[in-house]
């Protein structure tokens, strides 16, 4: 299993970011995957979920109308669009896949939000 995310970057308050995380050696399409964030000195906290096909999405009342999470299941990716970023939002954002008892996770990507 191996999770990729990319697209993290500076960006002032206001902007926004698309993240991706590329996914390989499972069966994608069969897969719930879920962004998880972890800012410096708090634990990990879930940000959002989407169902293996995407039809059902769930996300923390932190981001809920703000941040979407998508994915597409013929490129094995999953994004998440961040609108209306806060500082609040600056993190280490992880993609993350439960397979069968499992997380797997991503090796994260910098989100820094500040003027």
């Known amino acids: 299993v191996q999770l990729v995310e990319s697209g993290g970057d500076l960006v002032q308050p206001g902007g926004s970011l698309r993240l991706s995380c590329a996914a390989s050696?499972?069966?994608?399409?069969?897969?719930?995957m879920s962004w998880y964030r972890q800012a410096p000195g708090k634990e990990r906290e879930w940000v959002a979920r989407?169902?293996?096909?995407?039809?059902?999405?769930d996300y923390a009342d932190s981001v809920k109308g703000r941040f979407t999470i998508s994915r597409d299941n013929s490129k094995n990716t999953v994004y998440l669009q961040m609108n209306s970023l806060k500082s609040e939002d600056t993190a280490v954002y992880y993609c993350?896949?439960?397979?069968?008892?499992?997380?797997?996770w991503g090796q994260g990507t910098q989100v820094t939000v500040s003027s």
């Open positions: 989407a169902s293996s096909t995407g039809g059902i999405t």
């Open positions: 050696g499972f069966t994608f399409s069969n897969t719930p």
């Open positions: 993350a896949a439960r397979i069968v008892l499992r997380q797997y």
